[in-house]
């Protein structure tokens, strides 16, 4: 990925700053801290502060170039969007099919900030299935 390039095409200021956390998250397999961020770019002997970060990410986020993920106490991680994997739920009456993103994400984050562990599966198949609200309110009456 050109970093530079990225940033221009989603209209946003090219920085030094932007493009190493840019390129953090582009490198990093797994969803990141903005603490993990910032001592990154200490390694890389970036003279960043924590708030730059902060604000950053904020900026990527708006412009959907990446995911948050709210862990709860304040905490959360970034990813880069990518392919979101998608599910379908289906109505078991009507058949109705409403397309959302993936929630499994948003699990294995908190999973990991609770316990530490970290799922070695890829992808982890979700059956979605239930009754819509047109069809919940038909069967009351």
Same mark, same amino acid.
């Given at each position: 990925?050109? %970093?530079?390039?990225?940033?221009?095409?989603?209209?946003?200021?090219?920085?030094?700053?932007? %493009?190493?956390?840019? *390129?953090?998250?582009? +490198?990093?397999?797994?969803?990141?801290?903005?603490?993990? %961020?910032?001592?990154?770019?200490? !390694?890389?002997?970036?003279? %960043?502060?924590?708030?730059?970060?902060?604000?950053?990410?904020?900026?990527?986020?708006?412009?959907?170039?990446?995911? +948050?993920?709210?862990?709860?106490?304040?905490?959360?991680?970034?990813?880069?969007?990518?392919?979101?994997?998608?599910?379908?739920?289906?109505?078991?009456?009507?058949?109705?099919?409403?397309?959302? *993103?993936?929630?499994?994400?948003?699990?294995?984050?908190?999973?990991? *900030? !609770?316990?530490?562990?970290?799922?070695?599966?890829?992808?982890?198949?979700? !059956?979605?299935?239930?009754?819509?609200?047109?069809?919940? *309110?038909?069967? +009351? !009456?």
């Amino acid at each position: 990925m050109e %970093i530079e390039k990225y940033l221009r095409q989603h209209g946003i200021k090219v920085t030094k700053g932007r %493009i190493n956390v840019l *390129d953090i998250l582009n +490198k990093s397999d797994h969803a990141v801290n903005a603490e993990y %961020i910032f001592n990154e770019c200490k !390694k890389r002997n970036l003279n %960043i502060d924590l708030s730059t970060v902060y604000r950053s990410l904020d900026l990527f986020e708006n412009k959907e170039l990446i995911k +948050k993920f709210d862990l709860g106490q304040g905490k959360n991680n970034y990813r880069l969007r990518k392919e979101d994997h998608k599910h379908i739920l289906q109505c078991k009456l009507c058949h109705k099919e409403v397309e959302i *993103d993936c929630p499994m994400q948003q699990v294995r984050e908190l999973i990991k *900030d !609770k316990t530490g562990f970290t799922f070695m599966d890829k992808e982890l198949d979700l !059956k979605l299935e239930g009754i819509c609200d047109e069809c919940t *309110d038909h069967t +009351k !009456k």
